[in-house]
């Protein structure tokens, strides 16, 4: 008597087998780990097609950029986009009607709407974070001429910079308070001068009195001087700054001065009645970068105030 051999269950093995496969192949190459950034911070490589090299529009994004200081700007001919594709902060530039290969890669990252709309002119920038490195910043900034490109980057040409900008203080942030702040000596601070700053660990007070604040940190030293109305502010030294800009910071209004490893931050602070002159001086771009994001946890005292009440709420 021949017994019948059911191969339902080898089948159903197999089957089990290539789907859990499957799963874990797919699962591994979604989640897997992406390869650090390369390049420094304040360092942007700015990819287009050789065309544009001789082309008006290079000459206003030198304009703007060159406003930005400290950054550090590298154009880079489309033909070495793969080796540069890693660099931490990557601006794509590119006219999507042109034909070229660049036209290609900036429209395989738009949608099908937006595709439509960058040929007919319409939008300017697509931002991703993280695309083929960590951490990574990528702005693609595209038009359907040579022309509206060029008077695109006129008119717009800031925003990129302040994306490039809010995007090194955020990574800046996250890697200066990792280990925690000098909690106890930001409020000294602030009960001495009536302004907060949000201090590094290792930061170290190397003067304090009335109207001058001076820190040192291994990375930088800032010195902070203000003057109250009707005061007179204590004299600092001008830099014979190479590059200057004003931005907005909580609707105040910032004169930024950089001369190599140092800057300045002038304005006043119209709730207290206070002019402030911030100066650091460090080492390296990066460092630079450093200050700026130092400078961007001051609050004043009603502001510093107002956070410590609803804190005290919570």
């Known amino acids: 008597m021949q017994h019948k051999i059911n191969a339902y269950p080898v089948k159903n093995t197999l089957t089990l087998f290539l789907l859990t496969f499957s799963i ?65 902060n990557l601006l794509i530039v590119g006219n999507v009607n042109d034909g070229t290969l660049i036209s290609e890669v900036i429209l395989s990252h738009l949608s099908p709407a937006l595709q439509e709309n960058a040929k007919r002119n319409l939008g300017f920038i697509k931002v991703e974070n993280d695309s083929f490195a960590v951490p990574q910043k990528i702005i693609y900034a595209y038009s359907g001429s040579d022309s509206l490109l060029a008077e695109r980057f006129l008119q717009k040409g800031h925003n990129l910079a302040d994306e490039f900008r809010l995007f090194e203080q955020t990574q800046k942030y996250k890697q200066m308070y990792e280990q925690g702040f000098e909690e106890q000596l930001s409020e000294q601070v602030f009960r001495q001068h009536d302004f907060y700053l949000k201090l590094p660990k290792n930061t170290v007070v190397r003067d304090s009195k009335s109207q001058v604040l001076s820190l040192s940190h291994p990375n930088f030293t800032l010195q902070v001087v203000y003057a109250d109305s009707g005061q007179v502010i204590p004299k600092i030294e001008p830099i014979q700054e190479k590059k200057q800009h004003i931005f907005e910071f909580k609707n105040i209004k910032v004169l930024s001065l950089y001369a190599d490893e140092v800057v300045q931050y002038v304005f006043t602070d119209e709730a207290q009645k206070r002019r402030y002159v911030f100066e650091g001086k460090a080492k390296g771009i990066e460092h630079i970068v450093t200050l700026q994001t130092l400078f961007s946890t001051f609050e004043n005292a009603p502001e510093h105030n107002a956070r410590l009440k609803i804190k005290s709420f919570k």
């Not at 001789?54 to 793969?82: D, G, L, R, T």
């Open 24 to 88: 874990l192949f797919f699962a591994c190459k979604k989640f897997s780990k992406k390869p650090l950034s390369q390049g420094k911070a304040g360092e942007i490589y700015i990819i287009m097609d050789k065309r544009l090299f001789s082309h008006p529009v290079k000459n206003i994004m030198e304009q703007v950029f060159n406003m930005e200081s400290p950054y550090q700007v590298k154009y880079i001919p489309f033909q070495s986009w793969e080796v540069h594709k890693k660099q931490r």
